[in-house]
């Protein structure tokens, strides 16, 4: 039986990286880097290769970038280190700001991870994610997802939270929200969500 898992993979890692990635990039860098702004530290949880903050920090001239990952790339951008999947590696309040894009939900646990986050952030923890509101949203990132990680052995439990469970960690973790916005990939129609989080003085 011929095993058409490798040559598809090989495809979508072709196409993320030509087109797919340098897409979401410049993106994101164009979303996100506004609230970083009056940062001078900021750690990128969850950084896969580090290229994304690399690019932010071009915008961005005197802030230190510095990343963290469960698994290290070959190739990296900035200094990343090894994150052991449960607590940071950093004391309370190391880092001005905590990035965290599109990785909670390939956690089960998305709330523990936000509490690592605003222990060490000092003024912000900025979130860029996903939601869904019904089965073709929830579709729609399934397949999104797969087609950006699984090439790369990424795990996908695919656990995407609805608005209303967002409203609840928000809630619990006791930090405050100053910017929260949602909006929708217009090529797969995957919906996603901004939040900016400021710890309380």
């Known amino acids: ?3 058409l898992q490798t040559p598809i993979l090989y495809l979508l890692r072709q196409h993320n990286e030509r087109v797919g990635f340098p897409r979401r990039k410049t993106d ?3 979303k996100l880097v506004p609230y970083l ?16 903050a690399y690019l932010m920090s071009n915008r961005l001239p ?3 970038f510095v990343g963290i990952d ?4 070959t190739k990296q951008y900035i200094k990343t280190y090894q994150y052991d999947g449960k607590r940071l590696p950093f004391k ?5 700001s905590v990035l965290i894009i599109d ?5 089960l646990k998305p709330d523990e991870l936000l509490r690592e986050a605003k222990r060490v952030a000092r003024k912000n923890v900025l979130i860029k994610d996903h939601y869904w509101d019904n089965r073709f949203d929830f ?5 999104s997802d797969y087609i950006g990680n699984k090439p790369y052995g990424i795990s996908l439990p695919y656990n995407y939270l609805r608005l209303n469970q967002w409203e609840e960690i928000i809630e619990d973790l006791g930090l405050r929200p100053t910017v929260k916005y949602q909006y929708v990939n217009s090529l797969w129609f995957c919906k996603h969500i901004v939040i900016n989080l400021e710890k309380v003085t």
């Not at 702004?37 to 994304?52: A, I, K, N, P, Y």
């Not at 309370?92 to 001005?96: A, G, I, K, L």
């Not at 990785?103 to 956690?107: E, G, P, S, Y």
């Open 1 to 3: 039986m011929i095993n």
């Open 28 to 30: 994101l860098v164009k």
């Open 37 to 52: 702004r009056g940062s001078r530290s900021v750690l990128d949880f969850g950084c896969s290769d580090g290229s994304l």
């Open 62 to 64: 005197g802030v230190k």
């Open 70 to 73: 469960t698994v290290l790339q």
């Open 92 to 96: 309370d309040n190391s880092f001005d």
């Open 103 to 107: 990785v909670l939900h390939h956690d």
């Open 139 to 143: 579709l729609a990132l399934k397949v």
